[in-house]
T-cell receptor, first 110, second 114 residues
Framework: GEDVEQSLFLSVREGDSSVINCTYT??????LYWYKQEPGAGLQLLTY?????DMKQDQRLTVLLNKKDKHLSLRIADTQTGDSAIYFC??????????FGKGTRLHILP | GAGVSQSPSNKVTEKGKDVELRCDPI?????LYWYRQSLGQGLEFLIY????????KSGLPSDRFSAERTGGSVSTLTIQRTQQEDSAVYLC????????????FGPGTRLLVL
């Protein structure tokens, strides 16, 4: 069946890099997404990657995809206090159904 | 118990017409969110309500879009003078309160503008 797994918590010191990992089960996934949820706000799409890509970089964000292992990661360089949020990994097959992970809560240490 | 419900499940309309989409959140949930998903795209956050008020309306794509919530329960999303690019699945979610809480999604309304 379809499933997206990610660790629930991550603590990182301010200025360090954060790496949030995700695994998925459906090899026919076409799109893989990272969403951010800050307190008091809805899910915000951070970035997405097509399944035929292995890397995508956007400013401080780097997405790595290992399709063989069905592993997706989000790296946030120079983590700031404003990056404190819950990060959701998600997959879809290109239709209108998205499968979400349970979210990783990123905590920034001073 | 009952989850989030949305109506209609499907809507086909002609370009230029107005449409109204409805969301019934889980009873007692204070926070309500509207999202849009176009084919092959991720979720696009539109607006959220804390009770009856919407602190931030900047996610609405244009002034043709409006949303309201009455009685802290049902919400309607109205799209005036629909355009073809409005075609998407409109998803509603609710959570007990705003913050880092799980959102419970409705089944969505699939809108097609011809």
């Amino acid at each position: 069946g379809e499933d997206v797994e990610q660790s629930l918590f991550l603590s990182v010191r301010e200025g360090d890099s954060s790496v949030i990992n995700c695994t998925y089960t459906d090899s026919s996934s076409t799109y893989l997404y990272w969403y951010k949820q800050e307190p008091g706000a809805g899910l915000q799409l951070l970035t997405y990657i097509f399944s035929n890509m292995d890397m995508k970089q956007d400013q401080r964000l780097t997405v790595l995809l290992n399709k063989k292992d069905k592993h997706l990661s989000l790296r946030i360089a120079d983590t700031q206090t404003g990056d404190s949020a819950i990060y959701f990994c998600a997959e879809s097959m290109g239709d209108d159904k998205i499968i979400f992970g349970k979210g990783t809560r990123l905590h920034i240490l001073p | 118990g009952a989850g989030v419900s949305q109506s209609p499940s499907n809507k086909v309309t002609e370009k230029g017409k107005d449409v109204e989409l409805r969301c019934d959140p889980i009873s007692g949930h204070t926070a309500l969110y509207w999202y849009r998903q176009s084919l092959g795209q991720g979720l696009e956050f539109l607006i959220y309500f804390q009770g009856n008020s919407a602190p931030d309306k900047s996610g609405l794509p244009s002034d043709r879009f409006s949303a309201e919530r009455t009685g802290g329960s049902v919400s309607t999303l109205t799209i005036q003078r629909t355009q073809q690019e409005d075609s998407a699945v409109y998803l509603c979610a609710s959570s007990p309160w705003t913050g880092e809480e799980t959102q419970y999604f409705g089944p969505g309304t699939r809108l097609l503008v011809l």
